[in-house]
């Protein structure tokens, strides 16, 4: 960076009175821009936020692939009581109602394992069933079923499995990116507060040395002035400039504040009096690649596998329409061993083997094309998804290729505001000393203080630009191309 070291001393030495009134206030908290991303990342509310919404995704991804284990359940309904009449037909074809007064209980232990390639489940289960009679001839019966195994199979319909084992793992994968990304954000909002509070404490030191500057001028313009040497106009005019100075002062102390209040709160602290920003002292040279850039964005973005989720939800959702408007089946078989008996024991001696199967079936047969419909608005969101993923894509490479054309400009634009600013600061300088001399008028001389810190701002500004452009470069690549090497998603403690 051209006159990088007489810039940065200028400021330093500029910023002395600046931190020794803030030392008397309490400790300086000097933080240069890696320490504010640092800080923001791991203390600010937006991490807590990015973090929060990376645990929801992890725990529902948790619970996912937990509901792909065995599951084992007891279910019970202890006690069940009813008192009622019951219709009783008699051999006559008579009808009569009896009484009836029982207690009913029942247990079921059951293990289910879904079977995620066909949609069904298989089971096996342990029952329990009591049933106690009240009244003149009052009884106790079980009636148990050690073992049964079952099948639940669907057949031809909607397997919601088979599509969750593709989209589930995705959509994790999505959340680590997006928790890397959001980290990113984090560093492009904290790169522009860090340089709005920089920009603000350039601005008031600035401020005050002009306002050091007019208040001499005017000083030795009074004493021109009462030899005749200017015009009253020429000292009317040093009098408003050193007044003007004097408001901008307080103006730029309040902006001064409001800045360093903004930057407290992202970075997590309660108290903003004492930040000190300290300006950075290299400006990098980085070369970018158009090719490689966007061979490193489709290899890590999030936007690239939420594009696949979404076209994989599309097809999710055809599927469905489909199944759930043609010709479908359900078989259920078990086998295993039951009994009876008065007693608990009675019911667990010498089991007899239950075999049961079933075949249920659901067909459309009229639907006055409702079903046609459902299937066409499916087919045609999927149409739309892909038409607008297609979009989507084109958008993301034009968006990078954009971004690295950007950055690139803006690196060379920061070469170019540092030599105006010095041209700008020794124009300045020759125009005071001039002033002084009585070589120019004061018109031209606060043209040339003016030029002089609209340069230094301007300089500041594209140094900000260019850092912003930076963050949100890597963002876009996942790439560090400071440190050369792709950025890795940070380890996450999960309560």
Same mark, same amino acid.
């Given at each position: 960076?051209?006159?990088?070291?007489?810039?940065?001393?200028?400021?330093?030495?500029?910023?002395?009175?600046?931190?020794?009134?803030?030392?008397?206030?309490?400790?300086?908290?000097?933080?240069?821009?890696?320490?504010?991303?640092?800080?923001?990342?791991?203390?600010?509310?937006?991490?807590?936020?990015?973090?929060?919404?990376?645990?929801?995704?992890?725990? @529902?991804?948790?619970?996912?692939?937990?509901?792909?284990?065995?599951?084992?359940?007891?279910?019970?309904?202890?006690?069940?009581?009813?008192?009622?009449?019951?219709?009783?037909?008699?051999?006559?074809?008579?009808?009569?109602?009896?009484?009836?007064?029982?207690?009913?209980?029942?247990?079921?232990?059951?293990?289910?394992?879904?079977?995620?390639?066909?949609?069904?489940?298989?089971?096996?289960?342990?029952?329990?069933?009591?049933?106690?009679?009240?009244?003149?001839?009052?009884?106790?019966?079980?009636?148990?079923?050690?073992?049964?195994?079952?099948?639940?199979?669907?057949?031809?319909?909607?397997?919601?499995?088979?599509?969750?084992?593709?989209?589930?793992?995705?959509?994790?994968?999505?959340?680590?990116? @997006?928790?890397?990304?959001?980290?990113?954000?984090?560093?492009?909002?904290?790169?522009?507060?860090?340089?709005?509070?920089?920009?603000?404490?350039?601005?008031?030191?600035?401020?005050?040395?002009?306002?050091?500057?007019?208040?001499?001028?005017?000083?030795?313009?009074?004493?021109?002035?009462?030899?005749?040497?200017?015009?009253?106009?020429?000292?009317?005019?040093?009098?408003?400039?050193?007044?003007?100075?004097?408001?901008?002062?307080?103006?730029?102390?309040?902006?001064?504040?409001?800045?360093?209040?903004?930057?407290?709160?992202?970075? $997590?602290?309660?108290?903003?009096?004492?930040?000190?920003?300290?300006?950075?002292?290299?400006?990098?040279?980085?070369?970018?690649?158009?090719?490689?850039?966007?061979?490193?964005?489709?290899?890590?973005?999030?936007?690239?596998?939420?594009?696949?989720?979404?076209?994989?939800?599309?097809?999710?959702?055809?599927?469905?329409?489909?199944?759930?408007?043609?010709?479908?089946?359900?078989?259920?078989?078990?086998?295993?061993?039951?009994?009876?008996?008065?007693?608990?024991?009675?019911?667990?001696?010498?089991?007899?083997?239950?075999?049961?199967?079933?075949?249920?079936?659901?067909?459309?047969?009229?639907?006055?094309?409702?079903?046609?419909?459902?299937?066409?608005?499916?087919?045609?969101?999927?149409?739309?998804?892909?038409?607008?993923?297609?979009?989507?894509?084109?958008?993301?490479?034009?968006?990078?290729?954009?971004?690295?054309?950007?950055?690139?400009?803006?690196?060379?634009?920061?070469?170019?505001?540092?030599?105006?600013?010095?041209?700008?600061?020794?124009?300045?300088?020759?125009?005071?000393?001039?002033?002084?001399? $009585?070589?120019?008028?004061?018109?031209?001389?606060?043209?040339?203080?003016?030029?002089?810190?609209?340069?230094?701002?301007?300089?500041?500004?594209?140094?900000?630009?260019?850092?912003?452009?930076?963050?949100?470069?890597?963002?876009?690549?996942?790439?560090?191309?400071?440190? $050369?090497?792709?950025?890795?998603?940070?380890?996450?403690?999960?309560?």
């Amino acid at each position: 960076m051209p006159n990088s070291f007489k810039i940065f001393a200028l400021v330093l030495l500029l910023l002395m009175p600046f931190w020794t009134l803030q030392a008397q206030k309490g400790i300086v908290r000097e933080l240069t821009l890696d320490r504010c991303i640092s800080l923001a990342q791991r203390q600010s509310p937006e991490a807590n936020i990015a973090r929060k919404a990376y645990e929801a995704v992890y725990w @529902s991804y948790r619970s996912y692939k937990a509901g792909l284990l065995p599951q084992v359940r007891l279910q019970a309904d202890i006690p069940g009581l009813s008192r009622s009449f019951l219709q009783n037909t008699l051999d006559d074809g008579t009808i009569s109602f009896v009484k009836q007064n029982l207690a009913s209980s029942s247990a079921t232990l059951s293990i289910n394992q879904q079977i995620a390639p066909t949609g069904g489940n298989v089971y096996l289960n342990s029952r329990l069933n009591r049933t106690d009679l009240f009244g003149t001839n009052p009884n106790t019966q079980y009636r148990t079923s050690p073992i049964v195994l079952g099948l639940r199979q669907p057949l031809f319909a909607f397997n919601r499995f088979k599509w969750d084992k593709e989209i589930q793992p995705l959509r994790f994968k999505l959340a680590e990116k @997006s928790y890397l990304e959001a980290l990113e954000d984090i560093a492009i909002g904290i790169t522009g507060k860090y340089f709005d509070v920089y920009i603000a404490q350039i601005r008031l030191i600035n401020i005050r040395f002009n306002e050091a500057v007019n208040d001499s001028i005017f000083f030795i313009a009074r004493g021109r002035f009462n030899v005749g040497k200017i015009a009253e106009n020429d000292l009317l005019q040093t009098e408003l400039a050193a007044l003007n100075a004097q408001a901008d002062a307080r103006r730029a102390e309040l902006n001064l504040e409001k800045a360093r209040t903004d930057l407290a709160i992202s970075l $997590g602290f309660n108290d903003p009096e004492n930040i000190v920003v300290l300006p950075p002292l290299d400006m990098p040279i980085v070369e970018v690649d158009q090719n490689f850039a966007l061979a490193e964005a489709r290899a890590n973005r999030s936007d690239m596998i939420n594009y696949r989720v979404r076209g994989l939800e599309a097809e999710s959702a055809l599927s469905r329409s489909r199944s759930e408007n043609r010709f479908n089946a359900s078989l259920v078989a078990e086998v295993g061993l039951n009994q009876v008996g008065n007693t608990f024991l009675e019911a667990y001696q010498n089991p007899q083997s239950q075999q049961t199967v079933s075949l249920g079936i659901d067909i459309p047969l009229l639907q006055w094309g409702k079903g046609k419909a459902a299937v066409k608005s499916a087919l045609v969101e999927q149409q739309r998804v892909f038409a607008q993923l297609k979009l989507d894509q084109r958008r993301f490479e034009r968006d990078i290729r954009f971004q690295v054309l950007d950055f690139l400009q803006l690196q060379a634009q920061v070469s170019l505001s540092a030599k105006a600013d010095t041209i700008a600061q020794r124009r300045y300088d020759v125009a005071k000393n001039r002033y002084l001399i $009585g070589k120019i008028d004061i018109t031209n001389m606060q043209i040339a203080q003016t030029e002089k810190d609209n340069s230094r701002s301007a300089y500041i500004q594209t140094l900000k630009q260019f850092w912003v452009a930076y963050y949100r470069l890597r963002r876009s690549t996942h790439y560090d191309f400071l440190g $050369g090497h792709p950025l890795e998603i940070p380890q996450i403690t999960v309560d």
